[in-house]
């Protein structure tokens, strides 16, 4: 059953509120989640879980993709491929959640495989498209478009050969092609931010792609990762920067994704770390972006990607007390597919433009985002927890 919206309360969303979060599972759904969670909240579990589904999915047994298959993929992905897909974007727009589909392949490392991505986006778009709204944004991985050596090279200011220079500047076609396409059929590009090391590389591209495509509206939309100690000030800059050039900023905010691999990289290589010194200094970022970008919301379109319900809370006070219509083109929320479902459809609920990041593709390209998923929501950072504790009240609630 459709959640309704809202449209006659000022009322803030109540993230509490587990009768709208878990509206759009049946019973059976929902016990089932409740024991996938339960799983996923043993550390142990997941540590050698992972290191076990990986090796039995790259030998192909024949058990381990239908386990993978039922289990973690049905939670966390919408499908092998993108009709596949339907029934899950369709499940989301029935509670007034838009899509952002993303092709789940990555770290791939060879010309077809990186023409493959961009031709899989291009076919994400154009579904996109003919979606009736459903999903008005597609994401897409750099590192799906070109090798991470080149990009390093790039970033090092290394001097290229010719074959180097011949593959950097294929690597831009592909990203152009993308965003063109997107441009023509009316769809925005989400591009995801990256290790450090390559960051400044993929900023760059972006930076062409959003000059050349975000004139009159925003298509192309940079990451910014706010753990990262450096990214407040390149945010403020970033939007200085595209004033003055005469285009709109694309800002997606997250927290981050790779702090222990960017730790211990600046550790035995002797740099600086780039990330926070703790996670109270990287919400004041977080927090001090959506604030900029509120500000500045004639030239900014901003995406708040996050699980954390006081940063979903101050977007969302930021918008009543400065009048900014909860519709707002350039305000948008976001969550993964299959978690934080008690942010996602009650903020859907009290009338936000608010999405799932639905990933799709086979099993065997999805498991290292599968994994990555699952440690998260180990007990190690809590997510698990939350959930089940969330998940487990809805369960007492109906009394199933």
Not at 43 to 68: C, H, R, T
Not at 95 to 116: M, P, R, V, W
Not at 130 to 139: A, L, R, T
Not at 336 to 362: C, E, H
Request: aromatic share 8%.
């Amino acid at each position: 059953m459709a959640n309704t919206v809202d449209t006659t309360t000022t009322k803030l969303p109540d993230f509490s509120d587990t009768a709208t979060a878990f509206a759009h599972l049946s019973d059976q759904e929902l016990k089932k989640a409740a024991w996938l969670f339960r799983m996923m909240n043993r550390p142990w579990l997941v540590k050698y879980g992972s290191s076990l589904g990986l090796v039995a999915v790259e030998w192909n047994l024949p058990f381990a993709e239908k386990i993978i298959r039922h289990t973690i993929f049905e939670q966390f992905v919408g499908g092998s491929t993108l009709l596949e897909s339907q029934k899950s974007i369709d499940r989301l727009a029935d509670s007034n959640a838009l899509t952002i589909l993303d092709y789940g392949a990555e770290a791939k490392e060879t010309e077809q495989d990186f023409n493959h991505t961009m031709n899989e986006n291009i076919r994400a778009i154009d579904f996109a498209s003919q979606s009736g709204g459903k999903i008005p944004v597609i994401s897409t991985k750099i590192t799906g478009l070109a090798r991470f050596a080149l990009l390093e090279q790039i970033q090092s200011a290394a001097t290229m050969n010719k074959e180097e220079l011949t593959e950097y500047r294929n690597a831009l076609k592909r990203l152009d092609t993308i965003c063109y396409h997107a441009a023509q059929k009316g769809v925005a590009v989400f591009i995801d931010a990256e290790e450090s090391w390559i960051q400044d590389a993929l900023d760059h591209l972006v930076w062409l792609m959003m000059k050349r495509y975000n004139k009159q509206t925003v298509v192309v939309y940079n990451t910014y990762q706010m753990y990262r100690n450096d990214r407040l000030q390149f945010l403020m800059e970033s939007a200085d920067r595209a004033r003055e050039a005469g285009f709109m900023l694309g800002a997606k905010l997250v927290r981050g994704a790779y702090m222990e691999k960017e730790r211990k990289r600046a550790e035995e290589m002797g740099y600086p770390n780039p990330i926070n010194p703790d996670k109270q200094t990287t919400d004041d970022h977080y927090n001090t972006a959506l604030r900029f970008c509120v500000d500045h919301i004639d030239e900014i379109a901003v995406c708040n990607a996050s699980h954390n319900a006081q940063s979903n809370l101050l977007l969302a006070e930021l918008m009543e007390q400065k009048g900014i219509p909860r519709n707002h083109p350039n305000t948008m929320f976001s969550q993964l597919y299959g978690m934080s479902d008690n942010l996602t459809f009650n903020l859907a609920k009290s009338g936000y433009r608010v999405s799932k990041y639905v990933p799709y593709g086979q099993v065997h390209d999805v498991i290292p985002y599968l994994i990555r998923r699952a440690q998260e929501n180990s007990s190690v950072t809590g997510d698990a927890s939350r959930e089940l504790g969330l998940i487990l009240q809805e369960v007492e609630r109906r009394g199933v």
